[in-house]
């Protein structure tokens, strides 16, 4: 599967060391947690401060509008982007878990489809690769609010507007169209369709560089909803 974003790699200092042997601690990699960078008027701002060793905050991919992806670090490392955290009964999700950051604020609606594609690109061959289960996939608000929850007398926890639930609802039908079976059991809403339907008409058309053929795909995919 050949990308169609560009990829642009940084490093960061902004990583979690072992407190044995003090390199690198090492992600375990069993869980996607996506977030959305919220109301940046510069959104190079959040390049800068992940590698701003004062916050200490990073993740392992942001994703531009455009669909351009800037890369921290690799895979193997733990960085700072899930904070105080749970997931399914695990604390400290850093430890085991890749950070997506969306540009934009959710709020406003849906990503850019070239950010959708651009996060299906960038999940696709770590999902295989790392074997990570459809429901492992899961968002920072979600894995916050759990310890949250867990952890009524924390004070220090601020308040954060964090990723919207109807566009990760939206995401979360996408990534499963698209990279997990059973499809035609989902049942989609029609601005998830528009999404779904945009989406595999651009992946048929890069393949076959042929209009017919990838609106015959978009048929074929969409008809199992009926």
């Known amino acids: 599967y050949k990308n169609k974003y560009k990829e642009i790699q940084h490093w960061t200092n902004n990583f979690t060391k072992d407190s044995v042997t003090h390199k690198a601690a090492l992600n375990e990699k069993s869980v996607i947690v996506l977030h959305h960078t919220g109301d940046y008027n510069d959104p190079n701002q959040i390049i800068r401060e992940f590698q701003d060793t004062v916050k200490g905050t990073s993740s392992h991919v942001v ?33 085991f878990s890749l950070g997506i950051e969306m540009v934009g604020d959710s709020r406003d609606g849906q990503f ?24 492992n996939i899961t968002t920072h608000k979600i894995i916050r609010g759990n310890y949250i929850k867990k952890h009524p007398d924390e004070k220090d926890i601020l308040p954060k507007i964090d990723l919207d639930d109807e566009v990760w609802k939206q995401i979360q039908k996408l990534v499963k169209e698209k990279l997990y079976k059973d499809i035609s059991q989902i049942k989609l809403t029609k601005e998830g369709e528009k999404m779904l339907g945009t989406i595999t008409y651009q992946d048929g058309y890069r393949i076959t560089r042929n209009h017919n053929s990838s609106l015959a795909l978009v048929e074929a995919v969409l008809g199992d909803h009926g």
């Open 63 to 95: 994703i531009m509008k455009d669909g351009t992806r800037h890369l921290f670090n690799t895979d193997d490392y733990v960085l700072g982007h899930a904070g105080k955290s749970d997931f399914k009964n695990k604390n400290k999700a850093n430890f």
């Open 112 to 135: 850019t489809i070239a950010q959708l594609e651009s996060m299906i690109e960038y999940v696709r061959p770590r999902i295989q690769k790392y074997n990570i289960p459809f429901d």
